[in-house]
């Protein structure tokens, strides 16, 4: 087994490669980033100006020949990551994958396939399982804080992602559910010690930005749980004001209230503003809530020196490829739910023909306009 600090490969160069990068820098005993890759030109090659990050790609596939790296992040659209994990995993190297997982169920298949045929592991982008302040909730719930969990909340909300990207369905699979929504469901699961999903019930809609996009921008999503308990996943990409993401935990003996962003911050008044309040901030005037160790906060250093800690095998992968399939079967299920206008159990089995889980509420929303009444 190679000793020392786990050398990382990043893919991307914007936002999500950026936090990867700036994670591995707070907590760097563990693991170095190595190398980045990234199709823009100069792109890569500024993220590594900044990270001080030696060797920059245009093509992630030449990256992947780098002998020494162990473990490669993906923070690239969620239409690249199939390809790219099957890609790594030839390559006989280490996978954290971006949520969510990927765009079709048979893509997550065939990704967590690929990574058992080559030995390696596939670990799952899911910084909810990473966060302090959740865990905390989780650590209280496990040791019988609240009696038996029968209801817990999750919410993540702002006004819309930063890249083209997110807004074309094709390239995302969805809106605010497949995108926000990957993490409440993830995060449900997790809470409540991953008891399966027996329904899900998704009522959805374009509130804001129609004009810009066919996905649904706001979604509600309700869970059934095998243990009896019901998650409830609110999700916005038209909630003005920054981004909002908080818990709600009841159980019979008790509960607990988290919210992530207000709640780790400073309740600031500016009349000049300021540098920088928090992700997604619209402005830094007036009323803000900027926060302190950010990153910190969403738990993205735990999350990926956790991971080095696995590709060392000192520890077990806390949120797999598994996990990440698990959740996209929901999603699927919920959009399913809202095409149909019904609560659709598990396991569901999506119409082969189906490219995109959005397919199955914008073809469903559809026939319902066009049938007789
Ligand atoms: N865990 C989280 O909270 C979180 C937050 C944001 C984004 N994400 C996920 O991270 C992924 C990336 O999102 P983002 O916000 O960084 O998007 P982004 O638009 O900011 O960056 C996407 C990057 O992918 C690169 N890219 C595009 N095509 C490529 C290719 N063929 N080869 C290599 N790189 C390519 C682009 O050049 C760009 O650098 C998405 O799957 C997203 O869902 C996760």
């Not at 170095?32 to 990234?38: G, K, T």
């Not at 928090?278 to 910190?296: I, S």
């Not at 919920?334 to 609560?343: D, F, I, T, V």
Request: proline residues 5%.
């Amino acid at each position: 087994m190679t000793n020392g600090r786990v050398k990382v490969g990043i893919i991307g160069s914007q936002f999500q490669a950026g936090i990867h990068a700036a994670s591995l820098q707070i907590m760097p005993h563990e693991a170095e980033v190595v190398a980045i890759a990234s199709p823009t030109p100069g792109n890569a090659a500024a993220l590594a100006k900044r990270f001080r990050i030696p060797r920059v790609f245009t093509d992630y596939r030449e990256m992947l020949r780098e002998r020494d790296i162990e473990m490669v992040t993906i923070a690239a659209p969620n239409s690249l990551h199939a390809k790219m994990t099957r890609d790594i995993a030839a390559a006989g190297k280490h996978i954290v994958c971006e949520k969510p997982l990927a765009m079709t169920i048979a893509e997550g298949e065939a990704m967590i396939a690929a990574a058992k045929r080559h030995g390696v592991l596939l670990m799952y982008g899911e910084e909810l399982f990473f966060t302090p302040k959740y865990l905390k909730a989780k650590e209280m719930a496990d040791a019988g804080a609240f009696g038996k969990v029968y209801l817990i909340k999750q919410s993540e909300k702002h006004f819309g992602p930063h890249s083209a990207w997110f807004w074309d369905v094709n390239r995302s699979g969805g809106g605010a559910l497949m995108d926000l929504g990957c993490h409440g469901i993830a995060f449900c699961y997790w809470f409540l010690g991953r008891s399966p999903i027996k329904s899900v019930y998704c009522q959805m809609g374009t509130h804001v930005h129609g004009e810009k996009t066919k996905a649904e921008d706001d979604s509600l999503c309700i869970l059934e749980f095998a243990n009896g308990a019901v998650g409830l996943v609110e999700n916005s990409w038209a909630r003005r004001g920054g981004m909002d993401d908080r818990i709600e935990v009841f159980g019979e003996a008790g509960c607990s209230y988290a919210n992530l962003h207000m709640g780790n911050s400073l309740p600031t008044y500016s009349e000049n503003g300021y540098g920088y309040a928090v992700e997604k901030a619209p402005t830094t005037k007036g009323w803000t809530y900027p926060v302190f160790e950010e990153l910190w906060n969403y738990g993205t250093p735990q999350e990926l020196t956790h991971f080095a800690h696995c590709v060392r095998g000192k520890e077990t992968p806390q949120a797999t490829g598994e996990d990440g399939l698990v959740v996209l079967r929901a999603i699927y299920a919920g959009y399913a739910s809202a095409g149909e206008g019904r609560k659709i159990a598990l396991p569901y089995q999506p119409p082969p023909e189906v490219k995109n889980p959005i397919d199955l509420w914008l073809n469903g929303a559809a026939r319902q306009q066009t049938a007789p009444h």
